[in-house]
């Protein structure tokens, strides 16, 4: 058999998947030719992006495994690329991803190395649950200054503003909850917490888990923050009791949080539930359906805005 007859056929080697554009990224920046592409297949996770799993077999018996991520439509509006590359590079040189190849801030795209072996974070997992608070420590108490500040207030106005652009209504009632919410952010400023770099999307679907290793992924919105932001992105990645609550708080700050500590993590709950759900809203003008995310928003709004209302009040 000619080394021909053993290359992979056209469909093994790519498919419609992948644009004209994404193949020259790739081909351009790995120095490889489009024929070498193979197996290409949709990835499912994430609710801002579409991404691909590819291999490049440059010599049609062992691949390469990469990722390509193709921003999602109207993200461009909402995510600044040139501050997810400045966050990326933190991150990398803190050691808590390393996966990035290349991230282009202009375009938006990126192409990351796949990590075989990865096996889905569990919040039920208490060892998992330690080690991904570590991540988050290491990150903040490095206290890395971000020439990009991400300030949830006009986060939230700027959303406002594209809502009102695509004539949406408020599908989450958010309208009821505003003036306590600004009153909650007038609290947890007076808090004095003192800002840092922060990934401002710490779920559970962007912490990578390996045997032995877990990373921190996905920094499109890193920047400049208070670092409850990432404590409540955390937390509100599932339904948790009040006990999970407080074990993932004393698993952060590795002994019992002070009352402040904790009223300060509750009003940062209840910052990111009202943001995310405008974030959501908007999302949903740009086509993104399926999410089961808002719906969970939801419920620890219902729970921490009067909570945290009531701890500001006192």
């Known amino acids: 058999m000619s080394r021909a007859d053993q290359q992979p056929t056209g469909d093994m080697r790519r498919t419609a998947l992948l644009s004209s554009v994404a193949l020259q990224h790739i081909c351009t920046t790995l120095e490889c030719s489009p024929r070498e592409i193979v197996n290409v297949r949709a990835l499912k996770r994430g609710h801002t992006n579409t991404s691909y799993l590819f291999d490049v077999d440059t010599r049609y018996s062992t691949s390469n495994h990469y990722i390509y991520r193709e921003p999602g439509a109207g993200t461009e509006r909402i995510i600044d690329r040139e501050r997810e590359a400045f966050a ?35 919040y039920r997992n208490p060892s998992q649950v330690r080690q991904a608070c570590g991540l988050l420590r290491r990150l903040h108490d490095a206290a890395i200054p971000c020439p990009w500040n991400t300030d949830v207030a006009q986060g939230n106005a700027d959303l406002h503003r594209l809502l009102g652009e695509q004539g949406v209504g408020d599908r989450y009632d958010l309208a009821k909850i505003e003036s306590d919410i600004e009153d909650i952010q007038r609290g947890t400023d007076r808090d004095g917490v003192s800002k840092v770099l922060c990934h401002n999307d710490a779920c559970d679907m962007n912490f990578l888990v390996t045997p032995g290793e877990m990373r921190l992924i996905d920094w499109e ?19 948790h009791t009040d006990d999970e609550v407080a074990a993932i708080l004393v698993a952060y700050f590795g002994r ?13 709950i209840a910052l990111y539930c009202y943001h995310w759900l405008l974030w959501a809203e908007y999302r949903e003008t740009q086509g993104m359906v399926g999410n089961h995310m808002p719906a969970i928003w939801v419920d620890y709004a219902k729970e921490y805005v009067p909570l945290a209302r009531s701890l500001y009040r006192d």
């Open 256 to 268: 019992t949080p002070t009352e402040s500590e904790w009223r300060h993590a509750i009003g940062c």
């Open 221 to 239: 919105y890193g920047g400049q923050a208070d670092p409850g932001t990432d404590l409540a992105s955390f937390i509100c990645g599932i339904r």
């Open 88 to 122: 990326q590079r933190a991150a990398d040189d803190l050691g808590l991803d390393g996966t990035t190849i290349a991230l282009n801030a202009v375009e938006g795209w990126k192409l990351s190395r796949f990590i075989p072996g990865g096996i889905d974070f569990s």
